[in-house]
């Protein structure tokens, strides 16, 4: 009963953030990108790692954000350092309290404590 519960609580968090992500103007991908930022991880080689794409994709990815105004982007040496703006931190405070509303769903139902 309740990993049913569970289950359609899971798919209905799914797609809402998906549904933000469109909201803003951004892909699955970009909005994990952005996450991924928000908690530290500051380079491609470290993005591609998190999100488990090639360094390609990850660099597509973080060009599409800044071009939207999401990050900035800036070469150390030979590292691109990715850094939240504004928008991007706006963004992912919006996008967390939509996790903290699906987790206060789930203590409801008495699953997480």
């Known amino acids: 009963m309740i990993s049913d519960v569970l289950d359609?609580?899971?798919r209905a968090y799914r797609h809402m953030l998906i549904e933000?992500?469109?909201?803003?103007?951004?892909?699955?991908?970009?909005l994990s990108a952005?996450?991924?930022?928000?908690?530290?991880v500051n380079t491609v080689v470290k993005l591609?790692?998190?999100l488990m794409v090639a360094q390609p994709t990850?660099?597509?990815?973080?060009?599409?954000?800044?071009?939207?105004g999401f990050i900035t982007r800036?070469?150390?040496?030979?590292?691109?350092?990715?850094?939240?703006t504004d928008k991007g931190v706006?963004?992912?405070?919006?996008?967390?309290?939509?996790?903290?509303?699906?987790d206060e769903i789930a203590q409801?139902?008495?699953y997480l404590s």
Do not use: N, P, W
């Open 8 to 10: 359609r609580l899971l």
């Open 20 to 30: 933000k992500a469109i909201y803003m103007g951004l892909t699955e991908l970009q």
């Open 34 to 40: 952005l996450l991924a930022a928000a908690e530290g």
């Open 48 to 50: 591609a790692d998190r």
């Open 58 to 68: 990850a660099t597509d990815t973080l060009l599409a954000l800044e071009k939207k």
């Open 74 to 84: 800036h070469r150390v040496g030979k590292t691109t350092v990715i850094k939240l």
């Open 90 to 102: 706006k963004a992912v405070e919006e996008v967390k309290s939509l996790f903290a509303e699906i």
């Open 108 to 110: 409801k139902i008495g």
